[in-house]
């Protein structure tokens, strides 16, 4: 680690460790249970080693893997999950729609790369026939980013979603089916979207998923007991995560072989999905290309596209009351 690496680092769990005691130990519950993603690198995985979030929040935080955001909104909504840390906007939106009680309380991370549908190579489909895919198996976790994309592409490919033999896969059994060849296209992220590549290929690159208006990203919510009870809780989670975003985005290199043995990969395919992330810091959180408007508006128009599509039954007349920037506002 260079000096200067080290220094912005300390400074920053000491700024953190300064929140921490704003709330007593009689305020505060036994633990925390933090939902999140195995293969799926981010820079607060970092804090996670280190232990940053416990020492600041004044409390044990366990951290919990999920394969799915819809399975994260579920267990928020239980109340054996307090936050969830990269949940898809899509559950997220799904979720509040149908009135689960989360909220979403900042962005993990901006990413299109990291999100898409391989066609299998022995199945001879590209988008110049897309159409052939209809009768045919596919495999897409419900009600994820995954999801919606796919149905966005089929749409603009004019291929009839109702006609495809829909799977609901984890992107993990969504790979292995693909390997299998009991898919003719598998959708997912991560770790698991890179094996789904050695089978086949993308049906439409994310530069012309981001042409058409498709924009990808993972949220940080909460559950609105937890975000009601503990507040300051939140906020300091939060001033954790953009600090260890802000050290990772000043060297990477420092922090790549931590971030690959916490998300169980190995360093060179972390690395690969590390590359096509961004986290975005508070200023860009809070700016009106994200937390202050637009957001707020995508988070609408996706909801109406899954009613017109018959995943949903309603959509909100507007979701700036499940999106509360109050505690990011308060980091440092």
Same mark, same amino acid.
């Given at each position: 680690?260079d000096?200067?690496s080290d220094?912005?680092y300390?400074?920053a769990v000491?700024s953190?460790?300064?929140?921490?005691?704003?709330a007593t130990?009689?305020?505060?519950p036994?633990?925390?249970?933090?939902?999140?993603?195995?293969?799926?690198p981010?820079?607060s #995985?970092v804090?996670q080693?280190? /232990?940053?979030?416990?020492?600041?929040m004044?409390?044990k935080?366990?951290?919990?893997?999920?394969?799915?955001?819809?399975?994260?909104?579920?267990a928020?909504?239980?109340?054996?999950?307090?936050?969830? =840390?990269?949940?898809?906007?899509?559950p997220f939106?799904?979720a509040?729609?149908?009135?689960?009680p989360?909220?979403?309380?900042?962005?993990?991370?901006? =990413?299109?790369?990291?999100?898409?549908?391989?066609?299998?190579?022995n199945?001879?489909?590209t988008?110049?026939?897309a159409?052939?895919l209809?009768? /045919?198996?596919?495999?897409?976790p419900?009600?994820?980013v995954?999801h919606?994309?796919?149905?966005?592409?089929l749409s603009?490919?004019?291929?009839?979603?109702?006609?495809?033999h829909?799977?609901?896969?984890?992107?993990?059994?969504?790979?292995?089916?693909?390997?299998?060849?009991?898919?003719a296209?598998?959708?997912?992220?991560?770790g698991?979207?890179r094996?789904?590549?050695?089978y086949?290929?993308v049906?439409?690159?994310?530069?012309?998923?981001e042409a058409?208006?498709?924009?990808?990203f993972d949220?940080?919510s909460?559950?609105?007991?937890?975000?009601?009870?503990?507040?300051?809780?939140?906020t #300091?989670?939060l001033?954790?995560?953009?600090?260890?975003?802000?050290?990772?985005?000043?060297?990477?290199?420092?922090?790549?072989?931590?971030?690959?043995k916490?998300?169980?990969?190995?360093?060179a395919?972390?690395?690969?999905?590390?590359?096509l992330?961004d986290?975005?810091?508070k200023?860009?959180?809070?700016?009106a290309?994200?937390?202050g408007?637009?957001? #707020?508006? =995508?988070?609408?128009?996706?909801a109406?596209?899954?009613? /017109?599509? /018959?995943?949903?039954?309603r959509?909100l007349n507007?979701y700036?009351?499940?999106?509360?920037?109050?505690?990011?506002?308060?980091?440092?």
């Amino acid at each position: 680690m260079d000096m200067k690496s080290d220094k912005r680092y300390r400074a920053a769990v000491l700024s953190t460790l300064i929140l921490a005691s704003s709330a007593t130990a009689a305020d505060l519950p036994d633990q925390v249970t933090i939902g999140y993603f195995l293969e799926w690198p981010t820079a607060s #995985q970092v804090a996670q080693v280190d /232990k940053l979030y416990d020492q600041t929040m004044g409390v044990k935080v366990d951290w919990r893997a999920f394969d799915s955001g819809t399975a994260m909104s579920a267990a928020m909504a239980s109340g054996d999950v307090d936050m969830a =840390y990269s949940q898809g906007l899509v559950p997220f939106t799904v979720a509040v729609s149908q009135g689960l009680p989360i909220t979403m309380v900042g962005i993990a991370v901006s =990413y299109a790369e990291n999100d898409n549908c391989v066609v299998g190579k022995n199945t001879g489909i590209t988008q110049n026939n897309a159409n052939a895919l209809e009768g /045919k198996n596919v495999a897409v976790p419900f009600g994820t980013v995954a999801h919606y994309k796919m149905l966005r592409v089929l749409s603009h490919l004019n291929v009839d979603s109702k006609q495809l033999h829909i799977l609901d896969m984890a992107p993990a059994d969504g790979a292995a089916a693909m390997a299998r060849g009991d898919v003719a296209m598998a959708c997912g992220w991560g770790g698991a979207l890179r094996r789904m590549k050695k089978y086949g290929d993308v049906l439409m690159s994310a530069k012309a998923q981001e042409a058409m208006g498709i924009r990808v990203f993972d949220v940080i919510s909460a559950s609105n007991r937890f975000a009601k009870d503990y507040p300051q809780l939140i906020t #300091q989670f939060l001033q954790v995560t953009d600090d260890t975003n802000r050290a990772y985005l000043n060297n990477p290199d420092r922090y790549r072989p931590t971030i690959a043995k916490a998300s169980g990969m190995p360093v060179a395919d972390a690395n690969q999905v590390l590359d096509l992330f961004d986290f975005p810091l508070k200023k860009q959180q809070l700016s009106a290309d994200w937390l202050g408007g637009t957001v #707020q508006s =995508y988070t609408k128009e996706v909801a109406d596209f899954f009613v /017109k599509h /018959k995943q949903i039954p309603r959509a909100l007349n507007d979701y700036s009351a499940t999106i509360d920037t109050q505690f990011y506002k308060q980091v440092n």
